[in-house]
């Protein structure tokens, strides 16, 4: 189906740990985003990307990490995981010249 | 920071008009007024933006003061469907303008 997904939707890991959550989208968007959700807040951003090889930081980078080889996919990866990144993490997209992001469904994160 | 303020919570009557305030006493020239609503734990949904003039959609209406510090989202029927969080948001706009969002304003559509 046509649209943007996330996996795994749900992921418990331990401290220390890497994990990467996916992000897919088959539009061919140029832009992507990866933001993050605490329970209270706003949606912040941690990682966007203008097109495949092209990334930058956002809000909150620290800890994460973020490849872009191919338009379609935009990989989050936390390289060693901590308490304080259990959070739910949503990929985002938007064409070029667009006006709307589109969110995928999230990814709820658990690190004990 | 998020530059606008929204209030935390607001309740509407099934079938009556929603009518969300957002205040945006900073914004630039060229920035646009976004909404977005998240319905429980879902992703955020675009809803409607503006720029000076007031917009129209399916989902909403947005009406935006002659000086562009404050907006209104107007849900005209609103149904328990839209029961959600709504965040008001200044940007750019489109893939220039990275999305900051607030707390929002929780809204609560009763029977």
């Known amino acids: 189906d046509a649209g943007i997904t996330q996996s795994p939707r749900y992921k418990i890991t331990e401290t220390g740990r890497q994990v990467t959550l996916m992000c897919h989208q088959t539009?061919?968007?140029?832009?992507m985003f990866w933001y993050r959700q605490d329970l209270g807040h706003g949606l912040r951003l941690i990682y966007y990307?203008?097109?495949?090889?092209?990334?930058d930081k956002g809000e909150v980078p620290d800890g994460y990490v973020v490849s872009r080889s191919k338009t379609e996919n935009f990989p989050l990866t936390l390289e060693s995981a901590t308490r304080s990144q259990t959070s739910v993490y949503f990929c985002?997209?938007?064409?070029?010249?667009?006006?709307?992001?589109?969110f995928g469904p999230g990814t709820r994160l658990t690190v004990l | 920071d998020a530059k606008t303020t929204q209030p935390p919570s607001m309740d509407c009557a099934e079938g009556r008009a929603a009518n969300l305030p957002c205040n945006h006493s900073?914004?630039?020239?060229?920035?646009?007024v976004y909404w977005y609503r998240q319905i429980h734990s879902q992703g955020p949904q675009y809803i409607i933006h503006?720029?000076?003039n007031n917009e129209t959609n399916e989902m909403a209406s947005l009406i935006i003061t002659e000086d562009r510090k404050s907006s209104t989202l107007i849900l005209p029927h609103a149904t328990l469907r839209d029961t959600a969080v709504y965040y008001c948001?200044?940007?750019?706009?489109?893939?220039?303008?990275?999305?900051?969002f607030g707390k929002g304003t929780k809204l609560s559509v009763k029977p």
């Open positions: 985002a997209s938007i064409r070029d010249r667009g006006d709307e992001q589109f």
């Open positions: 539009w061919s968007h140029s832009y």
């Open positions: 503006g720029l000076k």
């Open positions: 990307s203008a097109a495949a090889d092209i990334t």
């Open positions: 948001i200044v940007s750019l706009g489109g893939s220039q303008g990275n999305l900051i």
């Open positions: 900073t914004i630039s020239g060229n920035e646009y």
